[in-house]
């Protein structure tokens, strides 16, 4: 069983920049995909991003696309999401998903994903 923790969120004004690091442990390469999603107060859990763990190929929800930058580090099992320009929109509690299902059709859904993270509060100001 894999597990997942995530670190680097924190307070930033809008414009800002951030980066969010999800560190895994266990057994890796059982899962297809890592992803990103985040819930504001009030909201469902929404997609941000996801990549593939092996070929790198990268998806990105419309609303941070040209903005955000998902990666990986297979050697260090670490998985990265660099934020810029960011929005008061943007706040939210970033999650760390890993999943095993390779369909693309579970690239953006939570149902997709086995495996979440404890999640980490990213906060942007105006």
């Known amino acids: 069983q894999v597990q997942l923790v995530e670190s680097g969120g924190g307070l930033v004004q809008a414009g800002g920049s951030l980066s969010v690091s999800c560190s895994a442990s266990?057994?890796?390469?059982?899962?297809?995909?890592m992803g990103w999603f985040r819930q504001a107060p009030g909201k469902e859990r929404e997609f941000v991003a996801a990549?593939?763990?092996?070929?790198?190929?990268?998806y990105y929800a419309d609303s941070v696309k040209g903005r955000f930058t998902i990666s990986r580090d297979n050697a260090k099992k670490t998985l990265y999401l660099q934020m810029n320009n960011l929005k008061p929109e943007d706040t939210a509690v970033y999650y760390c998903?890993?999943?095993?299902?390779?369909?693309?059709?579970?690239?953006?859904?939570?149902?997709?994903?086995?495996?979440w993270g404890q999640g980490t509060q990213v906060t942007v100001s105006s």
């Open positions: 998903a890993a999943g095993q299902a390779s369909g693309i059709v579970f690239v953006t859904a939570p149902r997709g994903y086995d495996t």
């Open positions: 990549i593939r763990w092996i070929g790198g190929s990268t």
């Open positions: 266990g057994r890796t390469s059982s899962y297809y995909r």
